[in-house]
């Protein structure tokens, strides 16, 4: 398997990778993009680009990803399920390698009732492991899903995602391993604030031998406040938020609650850097794309490698 993608180059290098999140807007504001990819030149590997995220309409993943690419920067195009069918979800991927995006992520997406159009159709023609493997045979095999060739196939690096901390807890390890078998090249985590648990999570990983079979990139998010820290505890599903974070934010007075959520992400990194089978971090700092280069180099990964 041979991509141009700029984040595997960092990876195969050995050096810890960072991504972040470029969530497109809500209508068309292209300098918005930019702007947030502004925040994020010479700072990241790799920018997510997210897909309707929260099942909200925003502006296309593929058309912010070009918008990225066009100012120099390196877009990880993330694709769900839930939005398109295989017809569809192939158009895009051709279409996204053709513009010169060679790095996604594949997904399921959130539940259309989650969103602001909760009576949309949700598709999921393909489930996020069946986009892996379609979009690895479209990569290695240069075949579309229905078995046709492709002429010039998409040499995508293909990335996936995963939630440690979903229950059952004890099946999570099996679903990536799936991913993994899919195809899978990199993978993205839920953000992590219970490092204990998330510990307990790559013991597995780690005794099944899938830390050397895909670059695992540990997630990340600077909460903002303790109303913020409190949400996430209490009604994200699939995330866990320890008591005493929560009550570290509010022992501080509101004003300095920002800069203590930058301080314990920061504090997490650094914890997570010494866990076998890390190969990077993913920072999640939604709507906050100014604070990562802060974030970034207080955590000693800058400057980033050049390869």
Known sequence: MKTESHLEKVLVSGNLAVTSECGPPRGCLPDHVREKGGYLRGVVDAINVTDNQTAMVRMSSLAASVLL????????YQMVTRDRNRLAMQADIIGAYSLGIDTMLCLSGDHTQFGDHPMAANVHDLDSIQLIQMVKAMRD?????????????PKMFIGAAANPFADPFELRVLRLAKKVAAGADFIQTQCIFNVDKFEKWMEQVRRRGLHKQVYILAGVTPMKSVGAARY?????PGMDVPQDLVDRMGSVPKEKQPEEGITICIETIDRLKKIEGIAGFHIMAIDWEEKVKEIVDRAGLLPRPQV
């Open 69 to 76: 690419k066009q100012e120099g920067l390196n877009p990880l």
């Open 232 to 236: 996430m505890k209490n009604k994200v």
């Open 141 to 153: 095999e240069g075949k579309f899903q229905g078995g046709a060739d492709i002429k010039g196939p």
